[in-house]
């Protein structure tokens, strides 16, 4: 089967609600981005050089980061090179191809680890800001509506009112909330929280935790105490730990992930606010410089706009016509 008819029957087998928001979601980088590349195109009849370095300087526009730039337009040209494209109209399929490539690692690293012989626990890390406490939310709805019994542990006590915000969103959700005083212990609370989802026979408890500004040297300690006692109170546990990063902060996000990754044990992102920023290339820079997954995307402001990442959708959303072109002509 042909490259662009299996992103099509991934996506096809997907329901159209998912396929939607990602385009909904993805509207202001497809329009920065892929609108430059048909530019680009129409603009180069034959591939050359002076074409190349115009495609960097667009994948940096839009937040691909300066390495992985440099690694993805060496691989399109060697690749094109081979292939022996020379016309620009088919250096567009290749492109596609190469993003796809550098996201998809395998098929099940999207895929949340789960506990089969007990309580799973997800830690949620990130800084203030960033939108985990809504993320957290988001994700006990989900698991929710899964039929899953969800309890929530406000680790973080030293924001003003996120042990509250937290509270709100179990309430709508309908999930238990197990917290302490502001400034109490958050390796203590997440504790008690752990007793507390045993005693209810819970599935999942998911930990907010303190999110001050990831150079303070005391958050992460604090951050691998909390890690100590999951540990400690249930074997493998966490099961993930899971950084939300704000895609609208571009290459600080990245910054922000190297830092929790040397710190935490980060297994997944969570990268919000996706539908707010015009460089969802930063998917991309993440995935190819760190080395860690991309678990969920944040497409808009509703319950259900926590969509799990799913990398032939954010190509879809970013060449749509393409792709269902290049899928008939593989058809044909």
Avoid at 14 to 20: C, S
Avoid at 89 to 105: G, S
Avoid at 215 to 225: Q, T
Avoid at 294 to 302: N, R
Wanted: glycine letters at 8%; a negative charge.
């Amino acid at each position: 089967m042909g490259f662009f008819k299996k992103i099509k029957e991934k996506i096809t087998n997907q329901t159209e609600t998912v396929t939607h928001k990602f385009k909904e979601g993805l509207t202001k980088t497809r329009d920065n981005f892929s609108e430059k590349v048909n530019d680009l195109v129409s603009r180069y009849r034959k591939v050359d050089e002076e074409f190349f370095e115009e495609l960097e300087d667009i994948l940096i526009q839009a937040d691909v980061g300066f390495n992985t730039v440099m690694d993805l337009v060496d691989d399109i040209r060697t690749e094109a090179k081979k292939r022996k494209l020379e016309d620009s109209q088919d250096i567009k399929p290749l492109i596609t191809e190469k993003l796809t490539d550098l996201l998809t690692k395998s098929e099940e690293e999207g895929v949340l680890h789960v506990n089969e012989d007990g309580l799973t626990v997800y830690l949620v890390v990130g800084v203030n800001g960033v939108g985990k406490t809504t993320t957290i939310g988001k994700l006990a709805h989900k698991f929710k509506s899964e039929g899953k019994n969800v309890v929530l542990a406000a680790g973080d006590t030293f924001r003003a009112g996120a042990i509250e915000q937290l509270e709100v969103w179990g309430e709508r959700v309908g999930v238990d909330v197990i917290k302490h005083q502001a400034g109490g212990d958050p390796a203590a609370v997440v504790f008690d929280a752990i007793q507390s989802a045993k005693s209810k026979d819970a599935d999942i408890l998911i930990c907010d935790t303190a999110g001050r500004l990831q150079n303070k040297v005391n958050l992460m300690e604090e951050l691998k105490k909390v890690y100590r006692v999951v540990n400690r109170e249930i074997p493998d546990a966490p099961h993930e730990t899971l950084l939300v990063l704000d895609a609208t902060t571009g290459q600080n996000a990245l910054s922000q992930a190297k830092t929790f990754g040397e710190s935490t044990n980060v297994t997944g992102i969570v990268l919000t606010k996706l539908d707010g920023t015009a460089k969802g290339g930063i998917v991309l820079a993440i995935r190819n410089e760190l080395d860690i997954p991309v678990k969920f995307v944040g497409l808009g402001e509703k319950v259900d706009d926590l969509q799990r990442f799913e990398p032939e959708q954010f190509i879809n959303g970013l060449f749509a016509d393409l792709v269902e072109e290049e899928a008939e002509k593989e058809e044909a």
